[in-house]
């Protein structure tokens, strides 16, 4: 239990539905993130926000889209993927956008993309 | 841009072996971070080196950075089943985006 939890931990959906991934830290970190992990590949950043604002959009297609109402919330909301989207999704904090933080991860979202 | 480049990508050993992990960077490291994660699952830190010449220690899990060689190495001494799964290095690059290694998988053996 790293203080970071993300909602659902299994998603399907079809290539014409709308999700949303959930995540929240109780750790009272003022930054939040999205990571992708696909199979045989390197963690991959997606989205950085710092004290609610968003810093950092890693070229991540506009299928995707963030949003942090707050700093103990993140959502990542999902339209018309495609299969290759499938993939573990996850959330992460820190106290501040700073390599001087380590960052704390929530357990992940399977998304599948049929 | 740069990369990190773990070593080897996986590795089976007997339960009481010692064993040792890489993490080669291909320009600069400013810092560097250890994690381990069980399959599917989330990341669990387990390290944060920012200096070089730094070693830290956790129970039986230690890790140095040599700034020069642009390396990192984490060193498990008498290895358990609890040790298994993937670790992963990540630093920051010069632009301040966190990149990721590969991984390396970990298998111990009983």
């Known amino acids: 239990e790293t203080g970071v939890t993300q909602t659902p931990r299994h998603l399907v959906m079809g290539m014409t539905n709308k999700k949303s991934l959930k995540c929240e830290q109780h750790l009272g970190h003022n930054a939040m993130y999205w990571y992708k992990q696909s199979a045989k590949k390197p963690l991959e950043l997606m989205f950085v926000y710092n004290f609610k604002e968003q810093t950092e959009n890693n070229s991540v297609p506009s299928r995707f889209s963030p949003e942090c109402p707050n700093s103990s919330h993140l959502f990542l909301h999902l339209h018309t993927l495609q299969p290759e989207d499938s993939a573990l999704y996850l959330c992460?904090?820190?106290?501040?956008?700073?390599?001087?933080?380590?960052?704390?991860f929530g357990p992940g979202t399977r998304l599948t993309v049929t | 841009s740069q990369e990190l480049e773990q070593s080897p990508q996986s590795l089976i050993v007997q339960e009481g072996k010692n064993l040792t992990i890489n993490c080669t960077s291909s320009k600069t490291l400013y810092g560097l971070y250890w994690y381990k994660q069980k399959y599917g699952e989330g990341l669990i830190f387990l390290m944060m080196l920012q200096k070089g010449g730094e070693e830290k220690s956790h129970e039986k899990i230690t890790a140095k950075l040599d700034e020069k060689k642009q390396q990192s190495s984490l060193h498990i001494t008498a290895s358990q089943p609890s040790h298994a799964g993937i670790y992963l290095c990540?630093?920051?690059?010069?632009?301040?985006?966190?990149?990721f290694g590969q991984g390396t998988e970990l298998s111990v053996k009983p």
């Open positions: 992460a904090s820190s106290r501040e956008r700073s390599r001087s933080y380590e960052q704390y």
């Open positions: 990540g630093a920051e690059n010069q632009g301040g985006k966190l990149i």
